[in-house]
T-cell receptor
């Protein structure tokens, strides 16, 4: 079974700071997802990666398949970015759902 | 934009009572998942459907939980009897292709008292 580790678990930063959240996994994967969850809310899919890098607005996600590692970056962070960010991986095989990390709780202070 | 519908949004129930959650996936999505997320943890898969068939329910506590997806469209997750430890967020997700392109519903927050 894939083990997904995220760091940091909690992060508090000032508005405007550059944010990096890391995710590492133990077994080779077919796809990695970055998800966002606001307090009490459902989950929104931000990115799905199989290789390389993706950018959407102020969010950037990268993955290094050889090192089994992915990062989510937020540029010019804003209080509305405050949420839990969850890394989830799909290992393939068809019969498994995603394996989730425990999430990174991000607070951006004005 | 297409979305995964879940209801109810919140549910409070007494221990030993029965409770049911409903999920309507995105039209055409063959794969449907139910996840349970305990506060402070990542979601855990309870059951995966491919059309109307269960593909994986190895983590579903079958003595009290049941799930069905009649006609391969919407799905119901039932707990009977509910226990205090079942308090969690229950998330439904659907996908057109296994492992990719997930869309999550807003979830049902269950509190068992």
């Amino acid at each position: 079974k894939n083990e997904v580790e995220q760091s940091p678990q909690n992060l508090t930063a000032q508005e405007g700071e550059f944010i990096t959240i890391n995710c590492s996994y133990s077994v080779g994967i077919s796809a990695l997802h970055w998800l966002q969850q606001h307090p009490g809310g459902g989950i929104v899919s931000l990115f799905m990666l199989s290789s390389g890098k993706k950018k959407h607005g102020r969010l950037i996600a990268t993955i290094n398949i050889q090192e089994k590692h992915s990062s989510l970056h937020i540029t010019a962070s804003h209080p509305r970015d405050s949420a839990v960010y969850i890394c989830a991986v799909y290992s393939g095989g068809g019969a498994d759902g995603l394996t989730f990390g425990k999430g990174t709780h991000l607070i951006i202070q004005p | 934009e297409a979305e995964v519908a879940q209801s109810p949004r919140y549910k409070i129930t007494e221990k030993s009572q029965a409770v049911a959650f409903w999920c309507d996936p995105i039209s055409g999505h063959a794969t449907l998942y139910w996840y349970r997320q305990i506060l402070g943890q990542g979601p855990e898969l309870l059951v995966q459907f491919q059309d109307e068939s269960v593909v994986d329910d190895s983590q579903l506590p079958k003595d009290r939980f049941s799930a069905e997806r009649l006609k391969g469209v919407d799905s119901t997750l039932k707990i009977q009897p509910a226990e205090l430890g079942d308090s969690a967020m229950y998330l439904c997700a659907s996908g057109g292709q296994v492992g990719y392109g997930y869309t999550f519903g807003s979830g049902t927050r269950l509190t068992v008292v």
